[in-house]
């Protein structure tokens, strides 16, 4: 349990989606630090906690569109980590109305859960590609949002929801940059992860354009970020809205990178090959208000990120990593047809 000041104990937290990526690697250090853990969800991807013997630990198989069972799981919980949305672009697009309703209408639940459970605070993960395509080199919150995708506005959608409707919740926004390395629960449909195994699969990386900006935060210093948020003095964090990210840098650059990480690692040559795209999306994010406000700052690079997923490959934990759809979240809702 962790003592905030200002505010009573926070020793119970309830995580929404909290066996995807991210969560796979925040439940088990929020564990560590003590604090009781519910994870609320459809574990699609897997039973990501098994061999976690943790008495703080409870696991809910369970639809966010299931009101009465999330606000039932919110019970004692003093905090909501809302991670649980189909989580990318292509996933989203596969089923436009499924993604709606997990993505935005299934909000109110959470918000429902909260309200009724006198939650004492919402953290809301929204994501940097709000922004849409910005030609300033630092992307500020105070940035208009101009989202470019059905997943990217209905995050927008729902940070609106909290700022209208939301006086009476104690909440907190993050937009986080695009998460990188190795976890329990992996996703190698990722910029960086996914250039990555290629090169350690095929000794190839392709290159999707390159020019494009993408900001980067190793999945360590993600789950530090929301670890912070548990913690910080409430007064900092009300109704605010923060960016979390690292490292800005260009598909190229990213591609240069995992070239010659996976290259030491492997001690074999990897080709990067250059093709065109229709993907323009580009965006860069500024984390300066979270450093100023709470003192966060990352502590693990991109680079450390590529080194984990090499060492996991070459330790042989990554089962048929390009077409496994347990890697691949459109692979996987595919095959599930989930509605």
């Not at 909260?114 to 500020?140: D, F, M, W």
Request: overall charge neutral; hydrophobic content about 40%.
């Amino acid at each position: 349990m962790v003592q905030i000041p200002g505010k009573e104990t926070i020793r119970k937290v309830l995580v929404t989606g909290g066996a995807g990526y991210v969560g796979s690697a925040l439940v088990p250090s929020l564990l560590s630090k003590g604090y009781e853990v519910v994870v609320y969800d459809l574990y699609i991807y897997g039973e990501v906690f098994k061999g976690i013997e943790n008495s703080g630990l409870t696991e809910i198989k369970a639809d966010i569109r299931d009101r009465e069972k999330l606000v039932d799981a919110a019970k004692g919980a003093d905090a909501i980590i809302h991670l649980a949305c189909i989580s990318n672009d292509p996933s989203f697009e596969l089923n436009p109305e499924l993604g709606k309703t997990i993505n935005f209408d299934a909000f109110y639940n959470v918000l429902e859960a909260a309200r009724a459970n006198s939650i004492k605070r919402l953290i809301y993960a929204s994501t940097s590609s709000v922004y849409g395509l910005k030609p300033e080199k630092n992307v500020v919150e105070e940035a208009t949002l101009e989202p470019l995708t059905d997943y990217s506005k209905y995050k927008a959608e729902c940070e609106k929801v909290l700022k209208e409707e939301g006086e009476d919740i104690e909440w907190v926004t993050i937009r986080p940059a695009t998460v990188c390395g190795y976890a329990r629960r992996l996703r190698l449909d990722l910029v960086v992860n996914i250039l990555t195994i290629n090169g350690l699969v095929n000794r190839k990386i392709k290159i999707f354009g390159g020019n494009q900006l993408r900001p980067n935060l190793n999945i360590k210093d993600m789950a530090r970020a929301y670890e912070l948020l548990l913690t910080a003095p409430w007064k900092k964090l009300r109704h605010q809205t923060f960016n979390v990210g690292y490292q800005n840098m260009t598909v190229t650059e990213i591609a240069a990178l995992a070239k010659k990480t996976v290259e030491k690692a492997l001690g074999e040559k990897v080709e990067l090959e250059i093709v065109p795209t229709n993907d323009n999306r580009s965006y860069h994010i500024n984390s300066d208000k979270i450093k100023k406000a709470l003192g966060f700052t990352p502590i693990y690079t991109v680079e450390e990120a590529i080194e984990t997923l090499a060492d996991a490959f070459r330790k042989g934990l990554l089962n048929d990593p390009l077409n496994n759809p347990l890697y691949h979240n459109i692979k996987r809702m595919q095959e599930l047809k989930l509605k």
